[in-house]
């Protein structure tokens, strides 16, 4: 009779208590911010169905001018816009900018659908900016909008880096002015930042780029790389991009903020006026 008593009071010991609740603990570990993440995206992929409806207007306006002719403008902004989208925007070239609110997310993710011209269609990109976790966005917005640069010599290489970088430095100028940022180009007579000078601005621009294979002191394989803005009527500098000038070996490149480009050219051959800035041809 005692035998049966003791045995059936007999319990976990201390050890055994120790391992379940670690192994609760590491459970809970891993599946709380996987849960997170997943009330995330799907707050997130609400904002990116919203942001889809402006396709068709991106795609009806292309059809007249191609993408340089879509216009610009806000589509919405406003805390009651909706619980989790807080602006929706499209920008130059058809970029459709989306940034969401309240999904629980450390920075609130932002997304960018970006469209191109193929065979005379528009595909679509679904980019994020660095700052979003890319385990909080839909699996096929993972890669980053400043994504792209490339340190090859062919010319579409050269093309696509630069159309890389004026869409970056438009987004991040805007960021740079709102975070307070002082804004004033190394080189006032043109107008422009050189990527070689280590100002706060520009050392803040790779950052936000995530530009790792540019080398800013071995002038190799780049040999220039210049942004420049544009002036207001009085000569004075403003925040708006005009232009972006690479150079690579030997081969140069100019996109200016029309869409016009120059292959083979100095920026040099573009500054006009006094004082002078980049001027389209």
Known sequence: MNRRMNYAQKGFNLIEVMIVVAVI??????????????SIRSKVSEALG?????????????????????????????????????????????????????TGARVDPELRLVPSENGGGIVW?????????????????RDDVAG??????????????????MRAFKEFTKKWLADGGVFKPDNVGNASFSWSNNTPFMDAFFEFAGIT????SGYAPISDFKVFYKRDANGKITSEVSGV???????????????DTASGKHYGDFLAGDPKQLTPP
């Not at 890319?134 to 699996?139: E, G, K, L, T």
């Not at 294979?213 to 800013?216: A, E, I, L, P, S």
């Not at 000038?245 to 081969?251: A, K, M, N, S």
């Open 50 to 102: 919203m942001a889809s409806s402006l396709k068709s207007t991106v795609v009806e306006q292309a059809a007249n001018g191609g993408l340089a002719n879509v216009k610009t403008g806000i589509v919405g902004d406003s805390a009651s816009f909706s619980r989790y989208v807080r602006a929706l925007a499209i920008e130059d070239a058809g970029v459709i900018s989306v940034t969401t609110q309240n």
């Open 245 to 259: 000038y690479l150079q690579i070996g030997g081969t140069r490149h100019v996109l200016f903020s029309n869409g």
């Open 25 to 38: 603990g590491l459970l809970a570990a891993v599946a709380v911010p996987a849960f997170q993440d997943y």
């Open 213 to 216: 294979d540019f080398n800013r």
């Open 125 to 141: 990109s679904c980019l994020k900016t660095s700052a979003t976790l890319a385990s909080q966005v839909p699996p096929i917005c």
């Open 148 to 165: 792209g640069y490339r340190t090859s010599t062919d010319p579409k290489d050269i093309e696509d880096t630069v159309a890389e970088l």
